[in-house]
């Protein structure tokens, strides 16, 4: 079992940047795959970014890939989001999801496989 807490969210004018974090608990965070999704109003949840539990493998949404890096720091439980040049159409709820995966350091893009999910932070990007 593992809980996720996600901070970093606010209000950027168009191309300003953020860096969401995301902290997991418990003492297995390394065999963990993780995950950035996003929802905007109205629309369903969608994939921005996957890194593998080693840091080394990613994945990224065509919407994102060259301005966002996800990244993960182990010893501190925890995995980043930098968001540059946001742009209004980046305005959504970001979810931090995680998926148990000792087996493989593979990036996971699929929403369904994720088992643990935090309760996301707004971000709003002005125009």
């Known amino acids: 079992q593992v809980q996720l807490v996600e901070s970093g969210g606010g209000l950027v004018q168009a191309g300003g940047s953020l860096r969401l974090s995301c902290v997991a608990s418990?003492?297995?965070?390394?065999?963990?795959?993780m995950g950035w999704f996003r929802q905007a109003p109205g629309k369903e949840r969608e994939f921005v970014a996957a890194l593998g539990k080693t840091g080394i493998n990613t994945s990224y949404a065509a919407s994102v890939k060259g301005r966002f890096t996800i990244s993960r720091d182990n010893a501190k439980n925890t995995v980043y989001l930098q968001m540059n040049s946001l742009k209004p159409e980046d305005t959504a709820v970001y979810y931090c999801?995680?998926?148990?995966?000792?087996?493989?350091?593979?990036?996971?893009?699929?929403?369904?496989?994720?088992?643990?999910w935090g309760q996301g932070t707004q971000v709003t990007v002005s125009s």
């Open positions: 999801a995680a998926r148990f995966s000792p087996n493989t350091a593979q990036a996971m893009s699929v929403l369904a496989l994720y088992d643990y």
């Open positions: 418990g003492r297995t965070f390394s065999a963990y795959a």
